[in-house]
């Protein structure tokens, strides 16, 4: 009876690990709907407002900015967002990965980081990584004012000159299924690729109004804010995503094991039911003799 309450015992902690992935599957889904909209919306404005960047930068003049100087240093920044909690998936350590990639094959760079999501600082940290700035706890209460707050940090230490480059490490979202690492450079901001020869692009100028100063202090503050802001967004989407597939997953993992436990029990229960009965019965035979 020992080996059938120990069954019976396993069988009642999975079932109650089921409930909680079924739970956890269902916050997440209902996360990801309203984040998947957030995402939908943002994006079409975020990447326009690049494109109209990356077409300035190619024509204007680029001391009218201090954003748009190109320099040769080798201090970089990167913004790695990872998530506040666990149970996702491979989404956390797949930002992890990259990022320490991108250190390893940079070694000649000198690389600080700014972390935004406990897991990802947790790691960081914990592998004396120069870390200038945490986010930690920002999926609680991210939005628009933090992502302007972010994108101030950044040019500020752009303009400052304590780096020379400002990348931003995050999970791009796809689907419910698929998310993708993205590596992009925040600044300098890149020029469009006039190209050369034959293919070469009309360097047009435009007519700015009040006057190209104001317009691309204009332009490029509110392009740091709404970048961040999609990456933050994209990311928040992601999370979400991968963890309502890792608490299906699980479910239906759960869903298995108990299976395959139940049967274990009904054999064992089936098994001891024989033996009882076949003591019994060589126990009348004995009394009978």
Same mark, same amino acid.
């Given at each position: 009876? #020992?080996?059938?309450?120990?069954?019976?015992?396993?069988?009642?902690?999975?079932? =109650?690990?089921?409930?909680?992935?079924?739970? /956890?599957? !269902?916050?997440?889904?209902?996360?990801?709907?309203? #984040?998947?909209?957030?995402?939908?919306?943002?994006?079409?404005?975020?990447?326009?407002? /690049?494109?109209?960047?990356?077409?300035?930068?190619?024509?204007?003049?680029?001391? !009218?900015?201090?954003?748009?100087?190109?320099?040769?240093?080798?201090?970089? !920044?990167?913004?790695?967002?990872?998530?506040?909690?666990?149970?996702?998936?491979?989404?956390?350590?797949?930002?992890?990965?990259?990022?320490?990639?991108v250190i390893k094959e940079n070694s000649d760079k000198e690389?600080?980081?700014?972390?935004?999501?406990?897991?990802?600082?947790?790691?960081?940290?914990?592998?004396?990584?120069?870390?200038?700035?945490?986010? =930690? %706890?920002?999926?609680?209460?991210?939005?628009?004012?933090?992502?302007?707050?972010?994108?101030?940090?950044?040019?500020?230490?752009?303009?400052?000159?304590?780096?020379?480059?400002?990348?931003?490490?995050?999970?791009?979202?796809?689907?419910?299924?698929?998310?993708?690492?993205?590596?992009?450079?925040?600044?300098?901001?890149?020029?469009?690729?006039? %190209?050369?020869?034959?293919?070469k692009k009309l360097a047009v100028d435009y007519v700015y109004?009040?006057?190209?100063?104001?317009?691309?202090?204009?332009?490029?503050?509110?392009? /740091?804010?709404?970048?961040?802001?999609? #990456?933050?967004?994209?990311?928040? &989407?992601?999370?979400?995503?991968?963890?309502?597939?890792a608490m299906d997953s699980a479910s239906r993992n759960a869903?298995? /094991?108990?299976?395959?436990?139940?049967?274990?029990?009904?054999?064992?229960?089936?098994?001891?039911?024989?033996?009882?009965?076949?003591?019994?019965?060589?126990?009348?035979?004995?009394?009978? &003799?």
């Amino acid at each position: 009876m #020992a080996n059938l309450k120990e069954i019976k015992r396993r069988i009642k902690s999975v079932k =109650s690990t089921q409930q909680i992935t079924k739970a /956890m599957k !269902l916050v997440s889904a209902s996360k990801l709907r309203r #984040a998947q909209e957030a995402i939908m919306s943002a994006r079409p404005y975020a990447l326009k407002m /690049m494109e109209v960047l990356n077409h300035l930068s190619a024509r204007c003049n680029k001391d !009218l900015h201090p954003l748009l100087e190109e320099r040769e240093g080798s201090r970089w !920044l990167v913004v790695v967002i990872t998530a506040d909690r666990g149970l996702c998936g491979g989404f956390n350590g797949s930002i992890i990965r990259k990022a320490h990639q991108v250190i390893k094959e940079n070694s000649d760079k000198e690389i600080q980081l700014i972390t935004a999501g406990k897991k990802g600082h947790a790691i960081f940290k914990s592998r004396d990584n120069k870390i200038l700035h945490d986010y =930690s %706890g920002w999926t609680r209460d991210f939005d628009y004012l933090k992502a302007s707050e972010i994108g101030s940090t950044l040019a500020n230490l752009y303009i400052e000159k304590a780096v020379d480059r400002v990348y931003v490490l995050y999970n791009e979202f796809k689907s419910v299924m698929q998310q993708e690492v993205i590596l992009e450079q925040l600044l300098p901001i890149v020029p469009e690729d006039l %190209g050369t020869g034959k293919g070469k692009k009309l360097a047009v100028d435009y007519v700015y109004e009040p006057d190209e100063e104001t317009i691309l202090d204009t332009l490029i503050e509110r392009y /740091m804010t709404v970048e961040v802001y999609r #990456a933050f967004l994209e990311s928040s &989407a992601s999370e979400h995503g991968a963890r309502m597939t890792a608490m299906d997953s699980a479910s239906r993992n759960a869903g298995d /094991m108990i299976g395959s436990l139940s049967l274990t029990y009904n054999k064992a229960r089936q098994a001891y039911i024989t033996k009882e009965l076949i003591e019994i019965v060589n126990g009348a035979e004995a009394l009978k &003799a």
